[in-house]
């Protein structure tokens, strides 16, 4: 199917395991993000990617890690899972025109991931 | 810097009445503004987009979004409510050279009452 996939859907492990979230997409876009989402911070950006092995660190990067050596691949490992990374993790994918203005993210449907 | 603000985390409206969200931001360049609207555990899709060209946005479902740099303002509306609008809205702003990150606003609730 054609689009943005994530996986799991849900999640819960228990505080320092390493977890790894996948995404992929379809549309061999340039660019791929990942966000978490938590209740009054709105989305976060954790990394980005802007191809095959480019990767970048966002707004909140610590203890997180992440590749790319596929296009449409981005996973997203977390080494040491703590209860603050208790979120919704959401992947996204973009084209790039216009300097990078332009263009609408295309979002992925989740994964929910519980750390007790 | 840039940011974006959504002055209200929840608005409430009535079915048939007109919805305002409102959203403010702070770009030192030519920005580009988004609004994307989240139902109850789903991902993201785009509602509308400005990007420098009609001040006057029109995007899926009835919604609409009207650019005034005077204000720093990206305010989205629809004339009629209808029970599938209730979501979480998001403002979001990116620029050019911005290599296509975008900054999020906190979001606002829309409920629709019966």
């Known amino acids: 199917d054609a689009g943005i996939t994530q996986s799991p859907r849900y999640k819960i492990t228990e505080t320092g395991r390493q977890v790894t979230l996948m995404c992929h997409q379809t549309w061999s876009h340039s660019y791929m993000f990942w966000y978490r989402q938590d209740l009054g911070h709105g989305l976060r950006l954790i990394y980005y990617s802007a191809a095959a092995d480019i990767t970048d660190k966002g707004e909140v990067p610590d203890g997180y890690v992440v590749s790319r050596s596929k296009t449409e691949n981005f996973p997203l490992t977390l080494e040491s899972a703590t209860r603050s990374q208790t979120s919704v993790y959401f992947c996204a994918s973009s084209e790039l025109s216009g300097g990078g203005a332009y263009n609408e993210q295309f979002f992925g449907p989740g994964t929910r991931l519980t750390v007790l | 810097a840039q940011s974006v603000t959504q002055l209200d985390s929840h608005v409430s409206v009535s079915e048939g009445t007109p919805v305002l969200l409102r959203c403010n931001y702070s770009?030192?360049?030519?920005?580009?503004l988004f609004w994307y609207v989240q139902h109850p555990n789903k991902g993201l899709q785009l509602l509308l987009k400005y990007t420098s060209a009609a001040t006057l946005v029109k995007g899926i479902n009835g919604f609409e979004a009207e650019f005034k740099k005077s204000e720093t303002s990206f305010h989205l509306t629809k004339p009629s409510a209808h029970m599938s609008d209730a979501a979480e809205y998001f403002c979001v702003v990116s620029w050019t050279g911005n290599t296509g990150k975008l900054i999020f606003g906190q979001g606002t609730t829309l409920q629709v009452k019966p």
């Open positions: 770009s030192s360049y030519s920005p580009s």
